[in-house]
């Protein structure tokens, strides 16, 4: 019957001469503001040029989450509409209309609607329903294809990673491209541009074989070049490498030893023409350790573990309780940089610290570190530090001091040419380990 009466006042209005139509959208309005259904009416109005009727078009659909209108109207240039969909992406409670109206919109082919979907299956814990949406969204939104693709390398499908990242490319995204940059053969990897040795007096390489291991190094460098605590270090961050022809082999148990490990000798070639002396391998799982001049991370480590770790470059030894046969290698000297070991008993002496400006031993406690050995270590905090949990924060000022100081001294530190050397000697392959015995004697010789 409404359909019946309105197209009779169409006619109405045909035979009485629509120049004007001023009186016509009045009565379009008038029926919208009186109808259960007034979306016609509205839609007729838009059709006649009404500027507000897109608006309240938009407003009714969103009130009646009906998935038909909020279509048309976030298509015909709605704010209000657009809006309605970002807020449903961001929602964690979603009523049951408004979910039928998103997926009848995502159906159609909305990039949005499936984001919001995705997004709602996702707080759902439904991790199936929620890659289906977003693989749709992924095919003409190309922020949602990137996240797509590290999402697929996080379930170990490399190479539809890449063609997710290819597929974000296509559709205009810079950050795509970029990383698909990055994965090249070992003979394009350019050199990156050399900084002062003081300014860079350690410079790290970050190495990984997937893309999500690439993002993740990404996201530890950005963090650490704005981490106020550590800025007065010389270190520097070289973008990571994407290896593509060499796939590492790396194992949560290497050599027995129950750490993360790899074959490293794998990143000679790719690493040959670079400028680094620390390298970071980013790996899949194990224990994060460093091993002379290389550290090694899973995909579960954040910057935290990564600053726990980098302190080990520089000889700092960790404050929990270390295993027996670490502990009889470590508890009977003084060399770690944040710890002095005594004799059970014996008083520990402050001269190094009051040296770096710490008065007294009101702050000396001891540490944790030797709680398996009969010697007694201590640290110049009474304050857990990031030696002790990784989640800690706190680095005293004097950790600090010494930090920096230390990795101005070559002879303390071990780059990573050592490992690339080693590696090759125990693989009875010493004519290619020269290049890195050299490289290393290069290193100690150089301003």
Known sequence: MLKVGLSFCCIVWLFAGRSDST?????????????????????????????TALPKLSQVAIQNNNGYWLHFTKLAGSAQAQGYFSHLQASKNRSRASEKALNYVAHQGDADAQIALYHHFIVNNQRQKAQYWLAKAAQQDAGSAVYYAEWLSLLGEEENAVASLRQAKKIGSSRATALLNMRRSESSFASPEHKSSHQCAQQLQMVAATLHSVLQGERIKARFETDARLKELPICINQPIWLTSHKLKCSANWQGAQRLGC?????????????????????????????????????????????????????????????????NSICHSNDAPNLVVTKAGQKPTTQRWQALGMNGSALLSESRTCDNHPAQSYKPTEKMTFMEFYDVAYIPPYYLKVWAERLLQ???????YINLYQGYEAKGEPVHGKYWRDRYQQYLQAD
């Open 23 to 51: 009186y016509y959208l009045a009565f379009l309005n008038a029926q919208a503001a009186i109808q259960a259904d007034p979306f016609h009416f509205l839609f007729k109005a838009y059709q006649y040029g009404d500027s």
């Open 263 to 327: 074959d490293i000798t794998a990143l000679s070639a790719p690493l040959s023409q670079q400028n680094f002396t620390h390298i970071v391998v980013l790996a899949d799982n194990g224990k994060a350790n460093v091993h002379n001049g290389i550290m090694f991370l899973d995909r579960k480590d954040d910057y935290n573990v990564f600053v726990h770790e980098l302190a080990h470059f520089a000889g700092f030894v960790d404050e929990y309780p270390l295993s027996s046969g670490l502990a």
């Open 410 to 416: 070559k002879p303390l530190l071990t780059p990573a």
